[in-house]
């Protein structure tokens, strides 16, 4: 009997080892494991020649493969021997870094997994090289272009930037099957005609306007659906589809024109969840799209579940929305006018000061906000400029039946608001403002 239990457990040990792992314990793995502990918006070039190092004292090969218009490094890892050759990039746009710390997460924990059936199946049939960071100028700034003031992912025909011509030259040399193009999208972008915010967008990129669909494209579009349905399981409803049209001077476009069909994977916005959360999201994604080329799973899915991701859309919903104020202009103190405020924040970096604006004034039934506020009971009245589109988001609120003189030079000293909206936040009573339920 005893021979048979450890025999059983023996057993049972074998198949958790070699059996892939599931999302939710993918999603546990990064948890316990990764390693960039700061907000990918927080990363600096010294954190990410950090990250090189480490890399390298783990036995991982990491080579300087260029440098930016500031002379600063541009790395590229490589781990795995197997055939099939895939290329992963990361914040070309410099403001859109996300996915930089995951692949540093990932190579790591790869390794300090090597012993699992399941990363050793992918080390065999995979070998993978990834781009953490390829505009670090941009990066260091978080700002889109590179110092020339290029859009690099627009820069695919002209090569007018190093970091482009290093890009496309990476690629020429290895010729690498599959390419992962990884970026950010606007924080506000819905899942088609929702308001629901696109958490996580994919996109199988065509080589030409036609969007000749060759057998690459078509494992691509089997890719994403095993990644859809592994992100499912967190974010049901917050996963877009990407517009495919045709950019000719996009590195995507070109990179599947020139035989490396490319996934676009864009990171956006998830009121409630932070940067670690999403960036734990693009884990599952990488690692599930690894191990499904790795263990030949991905021809199991069907190209039409990509098909059917709603397309992303704009405009449909705002951060904030106060609804029902009663609009209060300094000049024309005595004509309140009634309307709904539209606010959004500026992505900055992570413990910074994000800078509320107004973004629209008017009747905003048709749209949503992450947050709402129902303010009929208040008159609004700019707390240093009138309330008006692109002005910046101060806002000062007083309760309807107070006396107020609107036109006083001292206003807020003379007559203190009841509730204070500032920086993107309610800097006094904010608490006594009625939530509008979504």
Do not use: C
């Amino acid at each position: 009997m005893r021979l048979a239990s450890a025999l059983a457990l023996t057993a049972i040990l074998f198949v958790m080892n070699a059996m892939p792992q599931t999302p939710a314990e993918l999603a546990e793995l990064w948890e316990r494991e990764h390693v960039v502990k700061k907000p990918a918006s927080s990363l600096r070039v010294k954190d990410v020649i950090e990250q090189a190092e480490a890399l390298r004292k783990l036995g991982i090969r990491v080579n300087e493969v260029g440098r930016s218009v500031a002379d600063r490094p541009i790395f590229q890892a490589e781990w795995g021997r197997g055939p099939l050759k895939v290329f992963m990039w990361s914040q070309m746009h410099g403001d859109e870094p996300t996915a930089t710390p995951v692949l540093f997460d990932m190579l790591t924990i790869f390794h300090n997994n090597r012993d699992k059936e399941w990363v050793k199946q992918i080390e065999e049939k995979i070998t993978l090289r990834v781009v953490p960071m390829l505009n670090p100028d941009g990066a260091e700034l978080f700002i889109r272009r590179n110092l020339q003031g290029i859009d690099i992912n627009r820069d695919a025909v002209d090569l007018k930037t190093p970091e482009g011509r290093l890009l496309k030259s990476l690629r020429d040399a290895w010729q690498p099957e599959i390419g992962f193009n990884l970026h950010n999208q606007n924080y506000l972008t819905t899942v088609g005609e929702t308001d629901k915010q696109a958490a996580i967008s994919f996109l199988v990129v065509f080589g030409d306007e036609a969007k000749t669909l060759t057998p690459g494209h078509e494992r691509n579009m089997r890719l994403v659906a095993a990644m859809h349905q592994a992100l499912n399981q967190f974010i049901p409803g917050n996963i877009g589809r990407y517009g495919d049209e045709w950019t000719p001077t996009a590195f995507g476009d070109n990179f599947s024109a020139w035989g490396t069909p490319t996934i676009l994977i864009e990171t956006g916005g998830l009121h409630g969840r932070d940067e670690f959360y999403l960036a734990k999201m693009n884990f599952v994604a990488f690692v599930t799209a690894l191990r499904a080329l790795a263990d030949g799973s991905e021809a199991r899915f069907s190209p039409t579940t990509y098909e059917v991701i709603p397309r992303n859309s704009s405009r449909r919903i705002f951060y904030f929305i106060f609804r029902g104020a009663t609009l209060i202009e300094r000049t024309q103190p005595d004509a309140g006018k009634p309307a709904d405020i539209g606010v959004n924040i500026e992505r900055r970096r992570a413990g910074l000061s994000t800078p509320g604006f107004v973004r629209s004034v008017g009747e905003l039934k048709s749209t949503a906000g992450l947050e709402e506020f129902d303010v009929s009971g208040y008159n609004v009245i700019g707390r240093f400029n009138p309330v008006r589109s692109g002005a910046f988001a101060d806002l000062l609120f007083y309760k309807k039946g107070r006396q107020v003189n609107w036109s006083s030079a001292e206003l807020e000293t003379e007559f203190p608001p009841d509730a204070i909206f500032s920086l993107g936040k309610w800097l006094k009573g904010g608490e006594d403002i009625p939530r509008i339920k979504r």
